[in-house]
């Protein structure tokens, strides 16, 4: 067997890679070499660790138990040995703050309001990516991500703090409503309303409706009014501010569109959901600077955003000031 001190670094990375998209020949166009050298290094590697990193089967691998441990320990050295490398030229990271967001938590109440983390804090560089996906914090790049779940069981073997609940609402255009009700007022105006306008739905929020409609007792108006549906949530409400009906939203999206009068929210029924967005990191024990200030930033905007739900609930007037909820 071949000293183990002798163990290529092309061959870690080429495993690394393999194992990551669980294909060879995949992790051939990635470094550049065919799917048969893959196969050769992987098969000089497990012949020196004398284990079996892979299980073939087809055109797929997948790892074996002692496979998934080694690979683990390889990419976290091929991490660190990319990040001292990165320091040692002036590139480090330890600045750049990588997030994970959910597409409509970051469009209706993050970017309005993260011009103001910037200038607090200019020395941290945020790159942001809007997805549904979840990742595994262990192996992708991101430092933390905004979440939506049902209590922080939601999220096992992490840290998660409850950012706010879901309050659900539903929104449309005041021309649009002055168009189908008149002058009637917003007082007296009940869910059953609702029979005469179009019900915008969405592919990704698919029990809002039927979840509000059942808590106001008036679910009989799903069988008795037009549809549309959209793929996203912030398509639904975009569709809203545009006159094409109404939309079922979360409170904390819509209550700039409401203040500044262009949506209204007629019902004084408001239906709380237990679950809501969360903060979600890895153990906050040893967490990085950046990542301490975000957090400690946007749970303060957070606590904001929900006293101000909770005022205009109670029918308290709220002062408007830059980035409310």
Known sequence: MRLLSQVNLNSLKIVESAARHGNFTRAGEEQFITASAVSQRVKSLEDQLRFKIFQRGGNAVSLTPEGETYVSRVREALERIVAASMEATGQSQAHVLKISVLPTFAARWLFPRLPLFQRQYPDIEMRVSTSYATHEFATSEYDLEIRYGDGSFSFP???????FKEDLTPVCSRKLFHEILGDKPLSKVTPEDLRHFTLLHSDTCTQNWQSWLGFAGASFVLGETKSIYFDSCMMS????????????????????????ERLVAPFAVHHPNTAGWYFVSPDTQHAARKVVLFKQWVMAEAAMTQRQLDQEIEGVPVKRVAAMA
């Open 237 to 260: 409400y975009e569709a809203a501010n545009a006159g094409m009906g109404f939309a079922v939203a979360n409170r904390a999206y819509m209550a700039s569109d409401i203040r500044a």
């Open 157 to 163: 073997g992490l840290q998660a703090d409850l950012l």
